[in-house]
């Protein structure tokens, strides 16, 4: 019997309660539906673990194989896939209602890489005072600051006033 590294999604040798239970052989044959004892016997005989794969079933369906090795492939199995998953951030640009028309073009250049580094763009207009009754003046400079980008983004969000913020998303265009 080896080492056993516990995990707690399944059942392993002494620790299967059923009375009857259907059992795969290590090479994936059918060895029917016995006794957790006997399961249990030929799996020593073997030196692998006995080993509950489908614990709702009717009766319970146990596996007999090398625990270890299977936990230690399933824990591969999960850094792979992690290491496919795509993680997009999102950046964000912060404008005022009287920004210059050359810091414009500076902060869409630097919106630019994000969106080209397959990011997220949040532009955020921030309105203090008196500025937020004149937010028209800020959707004009949210839709410069789009025209300046159109080629690399798409709109995920339109500008919209909250609060006293003015908030768009921007997305990268997908190739």
Not at 57 to 66: L, Q, Y
Not at 140 to 153: G, T
Not at 155 to 168: F, P, Q, S, V, W
Request: charged letters at 35%.
């Amino acid at each position: 019997m080896n080492i056993i590294i516990k995990d707690k999604s399944h059942l392993v040798n002494e620790d299967i309660r059923a009375k009857e239970i259907r059992v795969i052989g290590d090479d994936g044959s059918q060895l029917g539906i016995i006794s957790s004892r006997e399961a249990l016997a030929i799996a020593e005989e073997k030196e692998l673990d006995l080993v509950m794969i489908a614990p709702n079933a009717n009766p319970p369906v146990c596996r007999i194989m090398d625990y270890g090795k299977f936990i230690y492939e399933q824990s591969k199995k999960e850094k792979e896939a992690k290491k496919k998953q795509n993680i997009i951030n999102i950046k964000e640009v912060r404008l005022s209602p009287t920004i210059e028309e050359h810091d414009l073009e500076v902060k869409a250049k630097n919106a630019r890489k994000f969106l080209e580094a397959g990011n997220k763009v949040k532009v955020t207009i921030r309105f203090r005072g008196r500025e937020a009754d004149y937010s028209h003046i800020g959707r004009k400079i949210v839709d410069s600051f789009y025209q300046l980008l159109e080629d690399v983004c798409i709109k995920e969000k339109e500008a919209k006033l909250e609060g006293r913020n003015m908030i768009m998303v921007l997305a990268p265009k997908r190739a």
